[in-house]
């Protein structure tokens, strides 16, 4: 409902400017566009949702509102230009083209954004979503691509052959060859031809066994690495050393001396390990929290601050699996921060992320090769102490 309802403010808005402009004007075309250009801030809004939604969760944009919508949103503003005496004016005067402010601000940015989506089809992506249903991306990109060439000249062709019949509401101030049309036109023809016809075509990879184990057995590792050390380490204490045996023949020989002693001495000998083990223990107590009163006052938490205005606990969660660094649950791994935005990510997946990527998932800025080759690697114990004396300050 609030959206519906922001909806409908936007449309009264610009129906009630296109009233009073057009009656100013006299102009039923000038009120017509007014509602467009309401139209047009409201697609506009939802395809900037869409977009920070797709890049958060690190989806490509096969759908066919990214690859058929701005096409179409593109297409028909540039023709409206040839109807609307609202930025309508030709700036190329002295050409036989109409490029017009109109055109530049409403058609122009939808009608690149449809090519990009055309040269997707053959080279990115492998599917288009239609909602639950997928159809062949390279199939919609022929369809897509003749389509936009097959409109474009029947439009060119019924639009000049029948200038004398006008006689609506909705006259063209302007017959002239669109420039974003033009455009459109020339690159479908290129895209379609270079990277239909005599491009790679992109495959998925099969889903053999071999495939799915590695897949599986990778997300296993990345959601808890640290099952196999904990496996090792089992193994490691089950299994009797020659120093486990040493050892134990050692305190059997000092549990025999001790009986041997007179009940004095052993009492003496006790209460001296005991007295030693509480002097270890408190000193043991009070220097991790000197420390780390000490590392918490000598830490520059300027240089570990994500890049954002308020900060929450969600900004101190990898960027992959979306978890707080525990310890000792994650013991070992480490902390990675993105040179621009500051945000962390677990070594290894950090690691793994590069591997097929050279740009950050967050902030999609590119990672310096030297900082790719050798990342500065942050202690579980270090950063927990950061992100919480961040979230104090």
């Avoid at 030709?90 to 009608?111: A, M, R, T």
């Avoid at 790679?200 to 590792?221: C, E, H, K, V």
């Avoid at 690495?225 to 904990?230: G, K």
Wanted: charged share 20%; proline share 5%.
């Amino acid at each position: 409902m609030p959206k519906f309802k922001a909806v409908a403010v936007i449309l009264a808005i610009f129906s009630l400017i296109g009233i009073i402009h057009g009656a100013i004007l006299n102009s039923f075309n000038v009120f017509v566009s007014w509602i467009l250009i309401g139209i047009w801030l409201i697609f506009s809004v939802k395809v900037l949702k869409n977009l920070k939604q797709y890049r958060e969760y690190r989806s490509p944009h096969n759908t066919a509102f990214f690859i058929i919508g701005p096409v179409i949103v593109g297409v028909f503003y540039s023709i409206w230009g040839n109807f609307t005496g609202l930025l309508g004016e030709n700036l190329l005067e002295s050409s036989d083209l109409y490029l017009s402010w109109w055109s530049i601000l409403f058609g122009f940015p939808y009608v690149l954004f449809g090519s990009i989506s055309l040269y997707r089809c053959f080279k990115k992506y492998s599917v288009i979503y239609f909602g639950t249903k997928s159809v062949n991306a390279r199939k919609l990109g022929y369809f897509l691509g003749f389509s936009i060439v097959f409109f474009i000249i029947v439009y060119w062709i019924s639009f000049y052959s029948l200038i004398d019949i006008y006689e609506s509401l909705l006259i063209p101030i302007h017959f002239l060859i669109d420039l974003n049309l033009l455009l459109l036109l020339i690159v479908s023809i290129i895209i379609t031809i270079i990277h239909g016809f005599f491009g790679a075509q992109s495959q998925l990879p099969r889903l053999s066994r071999d495939y799915i184990t590695r897949r599986t057995s990778r997300l296993n590792d990345l959601v808890s690495p640290n099952r196999r050390r904990e496996s090792s380490r089992s193994t490691i204490r089950s299994s009797p050393t020659p120093s486990t045996r040493t050892v134990s023949r050692t305190s059997r020989s000092v549990s025999r001396s001790s009986r041997a002693t007179p009940s004095g001495h052993v009492q003496s000998r006790s209460s001296r390990v005991k007295t030693s083990t509480r002097s270890t223990s408190s000193s043991k107590t009070g220097r991790p929290i000197r420390s780390s009163q000490k590392t918490t006052k000598q830490i520059n938490f300027k240089l570990y601050r994500p890049k954002a205005a308020n900060l929450s606990v969600e900004d101190f969660k990898c960027i992959f699996c979306f978890r707080l660094p525990e310890f000792p649950k994650d013991n070992g791994r480490g902390i990675i921060l993105c040179p621009n935005c500051r945000y962390p990510a677990h070594a290894d997946e950090f690691k793994d992320w590069l591997k097929s990527s050279r740009l950050c998932s967050r902030c999609n800025a590119p990672i310096p090769s030297n900082y790719r080759k050798n990342p500065k690697i942050i202690s579980i114990k270090k950063y927990i102490v950061i992100y919480k004396g961040l979230l104090r300050k």
